[in-house]
């Protein structure tokens, strides 16, 4: 996937990192530390020395409880830092809530602009509308002075992600571009700590919608909850343990206080694994009830994945029933494709795969034929090969309706290793129909 940012585009196959840089008196956690327009721009060309690829300059602290500052004053503070590290042909993003600072910026030279409050200010969206900017959408329950005073949800998973998938439509609407839009759950804004807990661990859900997700964690207080951590600035080790976390999960954009430990830690980040499963054969089945036990085949298969060396599950389709491909005499499948993190080389996962085949039986007697249980490597994050024994991306991914629609409901519009668009095949060209049970 790529995010466009004016003239930056980031591909989001590896995480960006975005160091935070507050031009500002009052931040909850380092607040004074680089006002001084020198301090800030060493401070900037520091962390880019580092490996953060954007630099995101905020001018309002966003703290809850904050003061607001007046325009004037936010522009005092940041657009000459902006211009700075613009010309020195650094990718500059702007953190702020306010659409003249937001022009103000974008005129000096930033390419993106993170919007605490989530565009929902017209004068900000006309902004967006107006530039190429690259955009942040950032869901926020209220304003930063009040967001913390009892902030409620029914499901907060849901709440933020249709919040969100919502805004970004508003701006496509306007005529902003999808592939310029970022979203940010915002941890912490309007969340108590059980709440963005809730959120960051179930970053997969944002992942789904198509967009490239931040994950704006640094520092923030459900650290200190969950670490027992008071002191801002002593979280860092655990705010880069997140980090890597949330990218497990999916997220392509890192903001982050402490670019150098951000960096170390994302270093230990597992490609990613697609797996292609399907059963059509149920070994204990009533009538009536084969569908529900080809089901069950392939959740005791997910089960054995969970137990593979290095490896995590983060994310199960829906299940699908598809009529057969290829050899077409046989009963209906039921598919499901996995998304794993993981660390086990190709080849060496083709035979654990293979394992957990047999220990339900599968028996390869006949070409594309009935089976107990499949497991395919459909794709191996930016691993290509072609011999006997495996080739990859799966040659045939992009043909397989039992494929593509599991696959485009955890990622859409994913782009195979090889470069092919795995819908790069028209719906009523593929074989294998299917349809989601």
Known sequence: MIWRCSRFEFDTKMPVVMG?????????SDGGTHADHDEAVAHALCMVEEGAQIVDVGGESTRSGAEPVSVEEEKARTIDVVRALA??????SIDTRHA????AAVEAGASI??????????AMVDVARSCDAGLVVVHMQGEPG????????DDVVVEVRDYLVGQAALLEQAGVARDRICLDPGPGFGKTPKQTLELVRNLHELVRTGYPVMAALSRKSYIGYAYHIDDPAERDRASAAEALMAC???????RTHNVAATVQALKDLRPFVLLGLGCNVALVA???EEQEAKKAQLNHAIGQLCALPDSQIVDISSFYESEPAYYVDQEPFVNAVVLMRCGVPPKELLGYLHAIENSLGRVREIENGPRTCDVDILDYQMYVCASEELTLPHPRVCERDFVVKPLLELLPGHVLADGMPVDCVPESQRVGKAVRL
């Open 113 to 122: 602009v993170n919007d605490v409050s989530g565009f929902r200010d017209p």
């Open 87 to 92: 010309e020195r042909g650094l990718c500059v």
């Open 20 to 28: 935070i840089l507050n031009v500002t008196p009052d931040s909850f």
């Open 286 to 288: 009533g009538e009536g």
């Open 248 to 254: 497990e999960l999916g997220a392509s954009v890192v």
């Open 146 to 153: 009040t967001m913390q005073e009892n902030p409620t949800y």
């Open 100 to 103: 003249e600072v937001a022009r």
